[in-house]
């Protein structure tokens, strides 16, 4: 006959084989807690239509520029020292909440004056990556021979700006991307003192742009004064006339000209907030490009910007697949701001769309381009 067997379980026991059972429920299932980052899947395949926008797939895995299975060789670039003590730590502190706590991309100063200890502190103790300290070259910051001081100076009265500020953008325009410390990098993220992050970037724009081939981004388009650049455009016609094997058939100059390059509608792309490749304006393509600028001496006979000439080189020297608007950047520079439009994007975004600054971002979006 068969004997009914009783067990006698603990209190105790019970509740260690609970405990277990919960722990292995959290572990293994969607409602474990996960990091910004801790969710790695196999990279895609294929890219996707836009960086910051969800999978309509929800099982499609996340690309690369989202997962941390790759970093480029990038660095952020911040032009500014002790003159700007305040505004550089208070860009770097929204750098690191918005971006590059998770990132870690080593930062590299540049200034024309000596960083203090006080800086140097100040900078380090408030990331984790590494950081830089460089200054601007004597030879690079300074008159070019060609270039007559003293017209230089009475055009400075009819122009406006200061003569710090031509030397800077003709620094930032041909030169810094030459800068030794910069050796070895392919791509650099240049953030100006007093930019605020509008939005959070929770993915890499540096593994986007690489993955996708892109050599320059925007994101925020704005009108420049013609009276500071009156003869910036004769000039790049002529360039364009003596140098046209270099300007691929494909390119994006209907962004800068509303006649097919008869005259400059004034756009820019922001410097204040650009990444890029290196190695673009490192190409014989940009430095004989300025190198032709350089030798008018505009840069100190009118006041030329390292933006527009920028945005004139990218418009003109690449193909329209190689240049990227990373919309859904938000950020502003007084008085200057960028929010994104689209509603899954403003998730992530503390910002008012309706205060855009936009001069001319619509312009990007004239022509549908394949």
């Not at 395949?45 to 970093?71: C, G, I, M, Y």
């Amino acid at each position: 006959m068969a004997h009914a067997i009783t067990v006698k379980v603990r209190p105790l026991t019970i509740t260690l084989l609970v405990l277990v059972l919960l722990v292995y429920f959290f572990y293994t299932s969607d409602f474990a807690g996960q990091g910004a980052l801790d969710h790695v899947p196999a990279p895609l395949t294929k890219p996707r239509k836009h960086p910051n926008v969800a999978h309509d797939d929800p099982f499609e895995p996340l690309a690369p520029w989202h997962n941390l299975s790759k970093q480029a060789n990038a660095i952020i670039v911040i032009i500014g020292g002790d003159s700007e003590f305040d505004a550089v730590r208070h860009t770097m502190k929204q750098v690191e909440t918005k971006f590059n706590s998770v990132y870690k991309y080593p930062y590299l100063f540049l200034d024309e004056e000596g960083f203090s200890t006080k800086f140097r502190k100040a900078t380090t103790d408030l990331t984790e990556a590494t950081t830089h300290y460089g200054y601007f070259p004597d030879h690079d910051f300074s008159y070019p021979p060609w270039v007559d001081e003293e017209q230089a100076d009475r055009n400075r009265v009819v122009h406006g700006g200061s003569l710090s500020y031509q030397l800077t953008a003709r620094y930032n325009a041909g030169f810094f991307f030459r800068h030794p410390l910069l050796n070895g990098y392919d791509y650099y993220w240049r953030i100006d003192p007093s930019v605020e992050f509008l939005c959070n970037i929770d993915y890499d724009p540096f593994v986007f742009m690489e993955e996708n081939d892109i050599k320059f981004s925007w994101t925020l388009a704005l009108n420049d004064s013609e009276q500071t650049m009156s003869t910036l455009w004769k000039t790049v016609k002529s360039f364009m006339r003596q140098y046209s094997s270099l300007i691929p058939k494909k390119n994006r100059l209907d962004f800068i000209s509303d006649d097919d390059g008869r005259t400059y509608n004034t756009c820019y792309f922001g410097s204040n907030l650009e990444i890029g490749s290196l190695n673009f304006f490192r190409s014989s393509a940009y430095l004989r490009f300025f190198e032709y600028l350089d030798r008018t001496g505009g840069f100190f006979y009118e006041r030329w910007s390292d933006a527009a000439v920028h945005s004139i080189a990218a418009t003109m020297l690449l193909s329209p697949s190689e240049i990227h608007y990373f919309d859904d950047m938000g950020y502003r520079k007084s008085p200057f701001t960028h929010c994104p439009l689209q509603p899954e994007l403003q998730l992530k975004c503390q910002c008012d769309p309706e205060k855009r600054t936009d001069s001319c971002a619509k312009r990007w979006f004239r022509k549908k381009l394949t």
